[in-house]
C-alpha cells in the first residue's frame, strides 16, 4: 500500500483512518517513516561525563561522573529548532545548537558509591512501570582469593557488590542489596535478569541464583535462592536428617569397646559439604540420567549407554557451574552451565556450554541441550520471541524484529546461514548469544526491520 512521504499528509491520515483491529501500534510506528535523523551535530559542549544510555521509553538520559562515584540523570527537552523553508540542509543551526544543555536539562546528581567502591559503568536496569533504575557499584577484584566456604576454585571475589534501587524522577535511594565476598559478572548487564518485578541475580562464586521481588514500594525482598538448595525446606530437612543420623551412629558407638569409640565418633560426624552435589547439580544429573534411561527398552542396551553417555561424562557434568541465567516467564529459567575457564572469561564462545529450562515451582530441570545442538537451534529460529522475555507492562517491547516474527529478519539470518563455512559453527555462534543479556535490545521504531534496513554491525 502507499504511503505518502508528507508528513501532513500522513497526520491527516491518521486522523481519518482507523486501523484494522489489533494493527494500531504497528500503524503508529509507520509514522516514524516521516521522522528520519537526517543530521548530526558536531563538537557539542558535552559535561565531562560517562553516558551510559537512554531508557527504553526515552525519559532520562543516564550518566555517571569520570570518577564513577555519582549518577547524575538527564531529561530530554525534545525538539529545539525548526526549520520552514523547503532545504533546510542548506541553512546552518544556530549556535545553542552546540551546546549540550540546548537538549537536555539535568534532573539530579547522586553520589552512589563510597570512598573504596566505584559504580559498574556497564550496569543498568530500567523498569519501566515504577520508572526504577537499578544500579550497582563494587569494590575491585581479587583473582587469586582462596575457595572457602563453598566458593568455586578459579572464579575471582569482590569484597563488597551493591545494587542500589533509585526512583529516576526524583533520584532518591529506595533500598539496597549487599552480596559480599562474592563475583556477580555485571558486564552488560549479564548476572542480573529483570522480569516485570522478579529481579535474578547470579552468584558465579557460590554458584546460587538469588531471585528477589522489586515492590511497588521500592523494597527489595528476597524470595529464594537457587542452587545448594531448590525447595525452601530443603535446608532444614538435611539438617534435620544429618541429626538423626549423628544420634543413631552415637548409640551404635557406645556399644563398641572402648578403645575404638573415640575413632569411630570422628568418622560418623556428618559433612553434608562433602558429602552432597548442590540442589541445583543434583536435578541436572538426575534429568540426564532419566533422558538416557528412557532411551533404551532393552536393559542391557541401556546400561551401555549410560556407560557411555553418563557415568564416562559424569564428573564433567558435576564440574559444570551456573554461567548465565534468564527468565522465560514468572516461573521457569534460561541457565547456561559451562566451564569455570569459561564463566569467568571475557570471550566464553570458544568454550563448551550447556543450557537448560528449569521450573522454579516444581524445582524440577525440563530440557537440557549442548549449545550447539541443531534441536535447539531449530526452537531459536523458530520461537526466537519466546527467548526474549519481555514485561507485560511494556507493549512496544513485543515488537522488536527477530527472525521468528519479521521476513525480512529471517532472510537476512538464512544468508548468512547460506554463506557459513561450517554449519556446526554457525549454530554454535547462534547459540552463544544464548540466554539473552537483559534489556539488550531497544525497541525503537529505527531497528524495526519492517521500516527500515539498517546494518546492526554499525549501529550496535
Not at 22 to 49: M, Q
Not at 102 to 124: G, M, R, T
Amino acid at each position: 500500500m502507499y504511503r505518502s512521504s508528507n508528513i501532513v499528509a500522513r497526520v491527516f491520515d491518521r486522523q481519518i483512518c482507523t486501523p484494522a483491529p489489533g494493527t494500531s501500534v504497528h500503524h503508529a510506528r509507520r509514522f516514524y517513516e516521516n521522522l528520519v535523523p537526517s543530521h548530526t551535530v558536531y563538537e557539542v559542549e558535552c559535561p565531562d561525563h560517562s553516558f551510559r544510555k537512554f531508557t527504553d521509553d526515552g525519559q532520562y538520559l543516564i550518566s555517571f561522573s569520570r570518577n564513577h562515584q555519582e549518577l547524575i540523570v538527564y531529561r530530554p527537552r525534545w525538539l529545539s529548532f525548526s526549520c520552514k523553508d523547503e532545504d533546510c540542509d542548506k541553512h546552518d543551526l544556530p549556535s545553542r545548537a552546540k551546546r549540550f544543555d540546548s537538549f537536555f536539562s539535568q534532573l539530579y546528581c547522586v553520589p552512589l558509591a563510597s570512598c573504596n567502591e566505584l559504580i559498574c559503568k556497564d550496569f543498568f536496569l530500567y523498569m519501566e512501570s515504577n520508572q526504577f533504575g537499578l544500579f550497582a557499584t563494587s569494590t575491585a577484584q581479587i583473582h587469586d582469593a582462596p575457595a572457602v566456604g563453598g566458593a568455586v576454585h578459579g572464579v575471582p571475589s569482590i569484597e563488597k557488590i551493591t545494587f542500589h534501587l533509585l526512583r529516576l524522577e526524583d533520584g532518591e535511594i529506595l533500598d539496597k542489596k549487599v552480596f559480599s565476598n562474592d563475583f556477580v559478572n555485571l558486564t552488560h548487564n549479564m548476572g542480573v535478569f529483570l522480569y516485570d518485578d522478579l529481579l535474578a541475580i547470579v552468584s558465579l562464586r557460590y554458584q546460587t541464583i538469588h531471585i528477589l521481588q522489586i515492590r511497588d514500594s521500592g523494597n527489595l525482598v528476597d524470595v529464594r535462592a537457587i542452587g545448594e538448595f531448590c525447595r525452601e525446606d530443603d535446608e532444614l530437612f538435611l539438617n534435620s536428617n544429618a541429626q538423626g543420623m549423628a544420634f543413631s551412629d552415637k548409640n551404635k558407638q557406645l556399644q563398641l569397646p572402648g578403645n575404638h569409640i573415640e575413632n569411630h565418633m570422628h568418622q560418623g560426624q556428618p559433612n553434608l559439604g562433602n558429602s552432597f552435589l548442590s540442589g541445583i547439580k543434583q536435578r541436572l544429573l538426575s534429568f540426564i540420567f532419566q533422558g538416557l534411561w528412557n532411551e533404551e527398552r532393552d536393559d542391557t542396551l541401556r546400561i551401555q549407554r549410560l556407560r557411555k553417555k553418563f557415568y564416562f561424562h559424569f564428573q564433567d557434568y558435576v564440574d559444570l557451574i551456573i554461567w548465565k541465567v534468564q527468565f522465560l516467564d514468572r516461573h521457569h529459567l534460561l541457565i547456561k552451565f559451562g566451564s569455570v575457564d569459561g564463566g569467568v572469561s571475557r570471550n566464553a564462545d570458544h568454550h563448551p556450554a550447556f543450557v537448560a529450562v528449569y521450573n522454579m515451582d516444581t524445582t524440577e530441570i525440563v530440557s537440557f541441550y549442548q549449545n550447539s545442538a541443531d534441536e535447539l537451534y531449530l526452537l531459536f529460529e523458530q520461537f526466537c520471541d519466546h527467548f526474549h522475555a519481555t514485561s507485560r507492562n511494556s507493549m512496544y517491547m513485543n515488537f522488536i524484529s527477530s527472525h521468528s516474527n519479521n521476513i525480512h529478519a529471517l532472510e537476512q539470518l538464512r544468508s548468512i546461514k547460506d554463506k557459513a563455512s561450517s554449519s556446526a559453527q554457525f549454530v554454535k555462534k547462534m547459540l552463544a548469544s544464548l540466554p539473552f543479556s537483559c534489556q539488550s535490545q531497544s525497541p525503537s521504531p529505527y531497528f524495526d526491520q519492517s521500516l527500515f534496513r539498517f546494518d546492526d554491525k554499525v549501529y550496535y
